[in-house]
């Protein structure tokens, strides 16, 4: 049986068989398979739904566009660009019309499903802006507290006493997911207001006092996490594919 050639290197051949050879050798030959089916599966459904009709004319205003934002108008620099990538125009528009059959798979797959994502992840979406001074004993965060209260700076404080790296930025520590807080500090934040101040509450043999500055809750509004959240469900659905498939790896 003759044996196909893959590639060819310094006129040399290497073989399909070869070639799966090194992908083994250096630990990638799963990742290329995956990469494979991954490809195969989204064209399967592509060719196979009746739902994905893409405009010819999106296709066209979207490589206008790019060759204007990339100055490449003139039809020559625009060649030397695409020979320079190892392409061609027809691949290469082949490739942008794919790119819109692609995302409107992705939103077919997952707008129904969305919501109810969107509301099973909302606890690590959301977000809260937290200040905070940690200490090492209950009774010196007992007197940080007395002392805020009672009109004390609580940047200097945090600076004078937190032991925590964000001592050095007044202790502010940014947004913080709200399922990645420990169950009690996410209960008391839960319960106050932007301003206000809470704890003392022991975290690992510390104690830290917490002041909230702001609540940044997540919306489906927000076009970047909504487009987030859908990769992420389109991923889980590519891979329960996946899983259903019977695959065959046919090399000598």
Known sequence: METLSFLTVDDQPISIDKAVKYLQASGKLAQFIGDILRQHVIEQEIQTRDDIEISPALTEQAIIDFRLNNKLTDPQSFQEWLKSNGTDYTTFHTSVAFSFKLEKLKALVTEPKLPEYFIERKIFLDRVILSR??????????????????????????????????????????????????????????????????????????????????????????????????????????????????????VN
């Open 133 to 250: 001074i940690v200490v090492k004993n209950r009774e010196l965060s007992e007197e940080l507290q007395t002392q805020i209260e009672e009109g004390g700076s609580f940047e200097q404080l945090a600076k004078e006493y937190s032991v925590a790296d964000d001592r050095i930025v007044n202790g502010m520590m940014g947004p913080i997911s709200r399922g990645t807080m420990p169950d009690k500090l996410r209960a008391a934040i839960d319960a106050a207001s932007p301003g206000q101040l809470v704890g003392p509450i022991e975290i690992e043999g510390s104690y830290g006092l917490f002041r909230v500055e702001q609540f940044v809750p997540a919306s489906l509004e927000d076009t970047q996490l909504k487009q987030a959240l859908q990769n992420e469900l389109f991923e889980k659905w590519l891979a329960q594919k996946i899983q259903k498939l019977t695959v065959k790896l046919q």
